[in-house]
């Protein structure tokens, strides 16, 4: 299973972090997990065409997790090699009313046309391809989820997208192979609803997973800091997440 930061960022602009989306692929199938701004750029970097996508998964409604989703909707139906394969949306509650506003606002241009869209029911594990894909609320919005990705050897990755320290992550992450954290604000400066370096690395301890990775960087928010701070409570290997880091797990 090869997973790729495409952007480590946030809201903030930066032209070193690109906003929330991360790819796991593990050569049958490829997910792409949140489509922050920029996300479209970053799959072109990273060497991924977008119909190769077979199952796009949203966290939560937020614009740095969300604003690409029309430019891919668009790409897929106008770029000079238009989607023909299915498509599999799996979300947090709400992103399909939100779906349906953007028809309201875009009209035909983002609806599909060469190709299905199949929308899975978040909570209830689904299956795309050869990943295994189950949810868990976190705490974060009223509707904000946490993806587990597993093939069929067992290797298995988790995403929690924005949350805070909460009981449902820990018991998603269980025994994963790389826990994927957002890691928003430094130890001084917790705010609710996101993580910083110390609630990472208790979470990650909590959930005996065997490497932590940490991304959505705010920029007060050092990196190397971090991943020292987070250390404090986890004894596995915990990376810096950055652009185009690519880890086979
Ligand atoms: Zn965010
Ligand atoms: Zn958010």
Not at 31 to 57: F, K, M
Not at 122 to 127: N, S
């Amino acid at each position: 299973m090869q997973i790729t930061i495409l952007g480590s960022g946030t809201c903030v602009p930066s032209l070193e972090r690109s906003a929330a989306c991360i790819q796991v692929a593990d050569g049958r199938t490829t997910v792409v997990l949140d489509t922050g701004p920029g996300s479209l750029r970053q799959l072109l970097r990273a060497g991924t065409e977008i119909n190769a996508i077979d199952l796009l998964c949203y966290t939560h409604l937020h614009v740095d997790h969300t604003a690409d989703f029309v430019p891919l909707l668009f790409a897929s139906k106008y770029a000079p090699l238009p989607r023909t394969r299915e498509l599999a949306i799996m979300a947090a509650p709400g992103f399909r009313d939100f779906y349906n506003s953007l028809m309201h606002a875009y009209g035909d241009w983002i609806v599909p046309e060469n190709h299905a869209l199949t929308w899975l029911e978040a909570g209830q594990p689904a299956v795309v391809g050869s990943l295994t894909i189950t949810t868990a609320p976190v705490r974060h919005t009223q509707h904000s989820i946490a993806f587990r990705l597993a093939d069929s050897s067992g290797t298995s990755m988790v995403y929690s997208g924005d949350t805070d320290l909460c009981r449902d992550i820990i018991t998603l992450a269980a025994g994963c192979d790389m826990l994927i954290l957002e890691c928003s604000f430094p130890d001084s400066d917790y705010r609710e609803g996101h993580l910083t370096p110390e609630r990472a690395g208790t979470i990650a301890a909590e959930a005996g997973c065997r490497q932590l990775m940490l991304t959505h960087f705010y920029p007060e928010c050092d990196p190397q800091q971090a991943v020292c701070s987070a250390g404090k409570h986890f004894g596995g290997y915990i990376h810096a997440g950055y652009d185009l880091l690519k880890i086979n797990i």
